[in-house]
């Protein structure tokens, strides 16, 4: 004997519920915490950030030979990796 689909009192499919659907909208919340956050960081320097990780990609793929160049091509154009700058 194994246990019912369905518990007590749940939508059967193709029934109609009385229940309302639950929405909840967590904009103004999401706002307030980036607005805490970036507060917190007063130094924080957005495209010094993404400079510094364009250089470290490029540094990191700089020295490829010519069979792991290939390889590293073959997974840009895969989508494995981004290609970057």
């Known amino acids: 004997m194994g246990m019912p689909a369905t518990t007590p ?3 059967q499919a193709g029934h109609e519920t009385d ?3 639950f929405v909840f909208d967590l904009t103004s919340h999401e706002i307030r915490r980036m607005t805490a956050v ?3 960081m ?3 320097d ?3 950030v993404l400079a510094a990780e ?3 990609h490029s540094l990191l793929y700089s020295g490829l ?3 792991q160049r290939s390889i590293y091509d073959r997974l840009c154009k895969a989508g494995v990796f ?3 700058p």
């Open 46 to 48: 957005p495209a010094a």
């Open 9 to 11: 009192n749940s939508p």
């Open 65 to 67: 030979n010519t069979e």
């Open 54 to 56: 364009a250089e470290a």
């Open 82 to 84: 981004d290609a970057g």
């Open 42 to 44: 007063p130094d924080w």
């Open 19 to 21: 229940l309302m659907p």
């Open 38 to 40: 970036l507060d917190a």
